[in-house]
């Protein structure tokens, strides 16, 4: 347990900065959604659903940055461009290749690329992970959510 007095001293940087960023985004979302109409959960507005997501995100980030205070201190050490850069460019090719080479094209883009930010996933995995979650992606965003996309270039 942490003492009171040592609060002050002691904090997990990682995770205060974490704690932040999710309090800065749940309240953005909350500022951007202020003029939608709420409804209620029989008759939700426009505004419903981004006021929930946005409350429960600046909540999670109250709790991390509270959890956060009472670990002990550990720095935030150095940041790593290579990673964010390949899910950066996993990311943007997603965008990119989803509305000109369709949905299976994109996702394998998305996850191939973005996999090699870590340097220990196996070649196998990857082409797993492709299939696996494609399919799931297809069955809950175009058959389950009927999102209008085209599944390959043709």
Same mark, same amino acid.
């Given at each position: 347990?942490?003492?009171?007095?040592?609060?002050?001293?002691?904090?997990?940087?990682?995770?205060?900065?974490?704690?932040?960023?999710?309090?800065?985004?749940?309240?953005?979302?909350?500022?951007?959604?202020?003029?939608?109409?709420?409804?209620?959960?029989?008759?939700?507005?426009?505004?419903?659903?981004?006021?929930? !997501?946005? @409350?429960?995100?600046? &909540? %999670? +980030?109250? *709790?991390?940055?509270?959890?956060?205070?009472? $670990?002990?201190? =550990?720095?935030?050490?150095?940041?790593?461009?290579?990673?964010?850069?390949?899910?950066?460019?996993?990311?943007?090719?997603?965008?990119?290749?989803?509305?000109?080479?369709?949905? !299976?094209? @994109?996702?394998?883009? &998305? %996850? +191939?690329? *973005?996999?090699?930010?870590?340097?220990?996933? $196996?070649?196998? =995995?990857?082409?797993?992970?492709?299939?696996?979650?494609?399919?799931?992606?297809?069955?809950?965003?175009?058959?389950?959510?009927?999102?209008?996309?085209?599944?390959?270039?043709?």
């Amino acid at each position: 347990m942490v003492n009171r007095s040592e609060l002050g001293r002691n904090g997990n940087q990682p995770d205060l900065l974490a704690g932040l960023i999710f309090i800065v985004i749940g309240a953005l979302g909350l500022w951007a959604g202020r003029d939608l109409r709420m409804g209620n959960a029989a008759m939700m507005g426009p505004g419903y659903l981004p006021l929930i !997501v946005s @409350a429960l995100i600046l &909540l %999670i +980030g109250l *709790g991390v940055t509270i959890m956060g205070l009472m $670990r002990s201190s =550990e720095g935030l050490g150095a940041v790593r461009l290579r990673p964010l850069l390949i899910i950066l460019v996993a990311v943007a090719g997603f965008a990119y290749a989803a509305e000109s080479l369709g949905f !299976v094209i @994109a996702t394998a883009w &998305l %996850i +191939g690329v *973005g996999s090699l930010a870590d340097p220990e996933t $196996r070649l196998r =995995e990857i082409a797993a992970s492709i299939v696996v979650l494609t399919i799931f992606g297809i069955l809950v965003f175009i058959v389950g959510l009927g999102v209008q996309m085209q599944l390959g270039p043709f």
